[in-house]
């Protein structure tokens, strides 16, 4: 599995876009990159997932460069209610581990 | 139901006593996974059930912990003799058949126990 490492914590004002950047060096050719949303007292939920350059759903945004060594998770115009902790995880074909680092604590300010 | 479902939300236990956690996953999904998660900490991977195949139960801490999922469908974990070091909240979550790595997993709110 490959090992993913994120920033520990993260601040942003309210409206403004937040990049979150995960590093995953040693990802293998047929693994897909996943990022989970985790609010206090709540379980993860899944915000979107991608292989390769850009997906975009309602929620956010995913860049995955080229190389597919780092992925960037894009919240547009954050509220408070976006305080969370996101989760990146990296997964292989036919593999069901989800392994969970310790995320990116995102607070937001008003 | 429209998402996964744990029960009891909370659990306050002595320590020793044993204790049963339940999880609903949602219907159809075929794949099921316990994680446990302490205070401030990510989470921890527990048993992972897929189908009608031998559960993985590598991340079970110790022979205390135990996981069965009937017909499919419910799940139990159990915690025998439970210890101050198992008080965590333990997440349920649900997913359809994992294919090329593409996995959207479903969690419930989890079931937060505090052995005293």
């Known amino acids: 599995l490959a090992k993913t490492t994120q920033p520990i914590s993260m601040d942003s004002y309210e409206g403004q876009e937040v990049n979150i950047t995960c590093s995953h060096n040693?990802?293998?050719?047929?693994?897909?990159i996943t990022w989970y949303q985790q609010f206090p007292s709540q379980g993860p939920r899944f915000i979107i997932q991608?292989?390769?350059t850009k997906v975009t759903n309602e929620v956010a945004s995913l860049f995955i460069p080229a190389d597919r060594k780092s992925s960037t998770l894009s919240l547009p115009r954050v509220s408070l209610s976006d305080t969370a902790v996101y989760y990146c995880?990296?997964?292989?074909?036919?593999?069901?581990?989800?392994?969970f680092g310790k995320g990116t604590k995102l607070s937001v300010i008003p | 139901g429209a998402g996964v479902s744990q029960s009891p939300s909370n659990k306050v236990t002595e320590k020793g006593k044993d204790v049963e956690l339940r999880c609903d996953p949602i219907?159809?999904?075929?794949?099921l996974y316990w994680y446990r998660q302490s205070l401030g900490q990510g989470l921890e991977f527990l048993i992972y059930?897929?189908?009608?195949?031998?559960?993985?139960k590598s991340g079970l801490p110790s022979d205390r912990f135990s996981a069965e999922r009937t017909g499919g469908s419910v799940s139990t974990l159990t915690i025998q003799r439970t210890q101050q070091e198992d008080s965590a909240v333990y997440l349920c979550?649900?997913?359809?058949?994992?294919?090329?790595?593409?996995?959207?997993?479903?969690f419930g709110q989890g079931t937060r126990l505090t052995v005293v």
């Open positions: 219907s159809g999904h075929t794949a």
């Open positions: 040693n990802i293998a050719t047929n693994d897909y």
């Open positions: 995880l990296v997964s292989g074909a036919g593999s069901y581990q989800l392994t």
């Open positions: 059930f897929q189908g009608n195949s031998a559960p993985d």
């Open positions: 991608g292989y390769k």
């Open positions: 979550a649900s997913s359809l058949e994992v294919r090329q790595g593409r996995n959207e997993a479903f």
